[in-house]
C-alpha cells in the first residue's frame, strides 16, 4: 500500500495534476466560452517599473538600456531602481540616467527591505517588478497593464524565459526544459482561475493591494503574489510579457539557487497554512496543494519511500510486475547519476538531463527543508552566478 500510494502521489504532483487541470479546463471550455484578455480599449493606466538590484556592474548599463527601450506612452511610466548595499560600481552608472530614480542606502538588509522601502515611493497605481539580470520584451508593460481592466485581477505574473544555447551545460538544458512546463501550468492554472506564485524575473502588481512583507521572507515574490489571492483577487498571466535570462553558470550556483528556493518554500508553506483550507479559499486549495504543496512535501518523501518500498517488496519475494518497477526506477536513477557526471564535465546531453534535474531539484528539497528548520537560509540573497551569454 506504501508503495502504490507513493508511486502515485509523485506522478500526480509532476503529471497527474497537469492532465487533470487540463481535463477540467477543456470540459470548463464547453461550457463557458473563455474571454480573452485583449478585449476592450488599450488600457495604458500610469505605472512604475522597479528593480531591486546589488553589485549588478557587470550587466546595470544592459539593464538600463533595456528598461528605457520599453513600448510605453511617454511620461506614464516612472523607474525605480533600488540598490541597497551594493559596493561596486552599479550606483555611479544608474546616477548617469536622470530617466531613473535611484534608492539607494548602504547598509545591506536583503531584497525583500529593499522592496518594502521602494514602494513607499510609488505614486501610480500599478507596479511592475523586474529582476535586475533580466532583458524585458519591448511590450511588455502593454501585455501585463492589460489584464487589470479586469478588476478581479490583482496581479499578473510575466513569463520566465531560459536561453540555451546549442553548447548549453546539462542544468542549463535542464532548467529551460523545466521552466516550458512551468509556464504551461501556469498557463492552465490562471484559465482556471489563478497562477499559483508569480516568479520575481517579472510581475505586476495593484499597488493598492501591496503590503510589506516580513524582513525574513525568502521568497518575497511567492509572499507578494498568495497575499494578494488571500485578498480574494485572482493573479493572471501574461505569456507575451516575458523576462529572458541565461541559465545559471555553473552546476553549483544553480543548486544553491534550488536550495534557497526550496528553504523559502517551506517557510511560505508554513505562513500561508490557512490556504490549505477549503472552505475557506474554495478557489485556490487544490491548485496550491497540487502545484505547489505536493512539489514540495510529498513528492519529495514519496520518492524515496518507492525505491525504498520497492526494494523491500522485492527482497521478500514480490511479484514480477514489482521487479519491473524497480528495474525502471533503477535505470531512471542510474540515467540520473551519468547526467550529473556530464554536467560536472560541461558536456549536455539530451539523453540524461531530464532525470538528472529532477532529480538534481527533489534533493535541494532536502537540503532546503534542513535549512528551513535550522533557520539557516537568510533573507539576504547572494547573486546567483548566469552564463554570460546564451549563444
Not at 26 to 47: C, H, N, Q, S, Y
Not at 145 to 173: P, S
Not at 260 to 279: C, H, P
Not at 351 to 375: D, T
Request: proline letters at 4%.
Amino acid at each position: 500500500m506504501i508503495f502504490w500510494c507513493s508511486l502515485f502521489l509523485v506522478c500526480y504532483s509532476y503529471i497527474g495534476y497537469g492532465i487533470l487541470l487540463y481535463i477540467v479546463i477543456k470540459l470548463r471550455r464547453f461550457f463557458i466560452e473563455p474571454r480573452p484578455a485583449t478585449d476592450g480599449p488599450p488600457f495604458t493606466p500610469e505605472v512604475t517599473l522597479m528593480v531591486a538590484a546589488y553589485n549588478e556592474e557587470g550587466f546595470i548599463r544592459e539593464k538600463i538600456a533595456n528598461t528605457l527601450s520599453l513600448n510605453y506612452p511617454a511620461g506614464k511610466v516612472q523607474i525605480i531602481f533600488v540598490t541597497d548595499g551594493s559596493s561596486d560600481d552599479t550606483n555611479n552608472i544608474i546616477r548617469s540616467y536622470p530617466q531613473i530614480t535611484l534608492l539607494y542606502e548602504p547598509e545591506r538588509k536583503g531584497k525583500t527591505m529593499a522592496v518594502n522601502r521602494a514602494m513607499k515611493f510609488v505614486k501610480t497605481p500599478f507596479v511592475v517588478f523586474s529582476d535586475a539580470n533580466t532583458l524585458l520584451n519591448k511590450d511588455v508593460l502593454i501585455c501585463l497593464m492589460r489584464h487589470f481592466q479586469d478588476e478581479r485581477t490583482g496581479a499578473v505574473a510575466g513569463e520566465k524565459k531560459i536561453l540555451v544555447a546549442e553548447q548549453a551545460e546539462a542544468e542549463g538544458a535542464g532548467e529551460g526544459m523545466y521552466w516550458k512546463y512551468e509556464s504551461l501550468l501556469k498557463k492552465w492554472d490562471a484559465e482556471l482561475y489563478s497562477v499559483m506564485g508569480a516568479a520575481g524575473e517579472l510581475f505586476a502588481v495593484r499597488t493598492s493591494l501591496y503590503e510589506d512583507i516580513p524582513a525574513d521572507t525568502i521568497l518575497d515574490d511567492f509572499m507578494i503574489s498568495f497575499g494578494i489571492n488571500k485578498k480574494g483577487y485572482k493573479v493572471a498571466y501574461a505569456p507575451d510579457a516575458y523576462a529572458q535570462e541565461t541559465p545559471s553558470a555553473s552546476l553549483e550556483d544553480e543548486y544553491k539557487r534550488k536550495v534557497r528556493i526550496s528553504a523559502g518554500g517551506f517557510q511560505s508553506m508554513s505562513r500561508l497554512l490557512e490556504l490549505l483550507n477549503f472552505f475557506r479559499y474554495p478557489k485556490i486549495t487544490w491548485q496550491y496543494v497540487s502545484h505547489r504543496v505536493s512539489r514540495w512535501t510529498v513528492a519529495p518523501i514519496c520518492l524515496l519511500l518507492a525505491l525504498l518500498t520497492n526494494i523491500i517488496l522485492c527482497v521478500y519475494g514480490a511479484p514480477l510486475v514489482y521487479w519491473f518497477i524497480l528495474l525502471m526506477q533503477v535505470l531512471f536513477y542510474g540515467m540520473a547519476f551519468v547526467g550529473y557526471v556530464l554536467a560536472r564535465k560541461q558536456v549536455k546531453s539530451k539523453l540524461f538531463y531530464i532525470p538528472f534535474y529532477f532529480v538534481f531539484m527533489n534533493v535541494a528539497v532536502y537540503q532546503g527543508f534542513g535549512r528551513f528548520l535550522r533557520k539557516k537560509q537568510s533573507a539576504v540573497w547572494d547573486r546567483s552566478q548566469r552564463q554570460l551569454t546564451a549563444g
